[in-house]
């Protein structure tokens, strides 16, 4: 029974508090939108299949190059004749799995080192420190390139570069998050009765840490969708044929003055994707936010 | 009877950028078990410092702790772990000294699940007696710290502390960021428990009137020495040293229309660094009675009366 309430009191606690979290996020219009971008790109990458089969986005039509909008062809067709339609729905997975991907890989290397640093500090800290500053020194497109370059160009090392020119921001943030929670006294206070440090930092500094984590990891997405399509563009991502955003606005740029539309919706895309986790991370920051909380 | 703990020559310097500082420098304190020891000082004589080395929060520079019979620096690190359940901690601050990701039945329950007293269907058991041992209601088990007031919090910290059965508490100002109405409640609380339970307190604290209603003894501190040591009552009618007279003429008087003339003697100058600090009597540089001898050499501890010890050349 007493099991029982101690679940319960832990649901209402997270009920209550994502409840408040939501009612905040609800007020700003900005952010709302940008969910509903968000989700509808979602929902487009996971029923991709449903609203155009994948062999569209390879069927090629000789007759049919560069033709603008039509009814048959709502964004047109690409230089070999392929829908544009089609491979714009399907390269919402690249883009959306190279975003979330990175993230999480990021994070997850970010919590690990961040905390790590943070809670131990001395030199542990420095060590890591001084390495990632020599990574920061390094522009993160830069880095990305030289990353391609060493290991070829696929999609596996893409989400490798882009991981690594990532991961140096999220160990600094989570780091700093980290130092401000150690501080308190309840830290110490689990030191007093024996916590392990592991415990110490799963049960106590993490959960006090997590509000600017997700927020950053949920701009991390909006940036790593940016930096992929980048890498795309200029040939280091994903190769041509797969319809990667980056890699249509790429093939198109040869027909700009010709057929605009093709520039036009995959350029949307990109910008909507991209735009819309940017929203909703500051959303999410401004809801987050305790000193907003009233 | 031996003392359930005995803290003899304990040293604890922090490494600074112009040397060490000497926030505890050589103090000795003994406590009965079933009894109350308060230590009095202003802010920075190490009197926090002191209470977190003997809970293990600090490492000792040199000294030992002994407790129970058994000296903390020498023993094996599995006794040290299994003593260390013994001694726990009530912090300053309710407020940050408590999870906020935590409702109060996990914050107790915590050193319980971290030891692995006993099953978690005891836990829970064990969590509610706790609660009603310090006076918590049970609606509050899954409340969360940030709802509560500063009274209702310490009371968590007071359970949390009592959560392993302890012999010894360190109680690090517990009731000074209380408001004066419940500070009385949680001193109440804490003498009860001791009675009860026949705990032993290091009561830590800058506040004289607080000291008095608690302690059988008490140590003044000052710059990480330990002044004078006596029992309680001895301390406010006989006061030795400079500096616990000063003290002790700071405490308000609360008539106002006595006629006693104010006597407050009051301190002149600053205190001085703790970083390498000179030899001597750390208070010559502002006692109106310093001599030569004071900064001579270290002064010694001197029992001037049976149980009252004090350090000061003037006891000679």
Redesign the interface.
Known sequence: M??S??T???K??KHSEVKEVWRRFRKNKAAMIGLGLAILIVLVAVFADVIVPYDRTTTQVAEKRLQGPSSEHPFGTDHLGRDLFARIVHGSRYSLFIGVSTSVLSLVVGCLLGAACGYFGGRLDNVVMRLLDVFMSVPPVLLSLAVVAALGPNLRNLLIAITISCVPGTVRLIRSVVLTVVD???I?????????NL?IIV??VL??AIGPIIVHTTMNIANMILSAAGLSFIGMGVQPPAPEWGALLSSARVYMFRAPYLLYFPGSAILMAALSFNLVGDGLRDALDPRLRN | MSPLLEIRNLKKYFEVRNGYLHAVDGVNLSIEEGKTLGVVGESGCGKTTLGRTVIGLETPTSGGIIFNGINLMTCSQKKRRELRKEMQMIFQDPYSSLNPRMSVQELIAEPLLVNRVCSSRAVYEKTADLMDMVGLAQRLASAYPHELDGGRRQRIGVARALAQNPKFIVCDEPVSALDVSIQAQILNLLMDLQEAQGLTYLFITHDLSVVRHISDDIAVMYLGKCAELCPSKLLFKDPRHPYTRALLSSIPVPKSSSRRKPRTNIIRGEVVSPINPKPGCRFAPRCPHATEACTAGDIPLKEVAPGHYVACVLED
């Open positions: 007493a099991l309430a101690k319960r009191a832990r209402a606690k308190q006294d309840f110490d206070a689990a030191r007093s009765y024996g916590a392990s415990r049960k106590y959960p006090n």
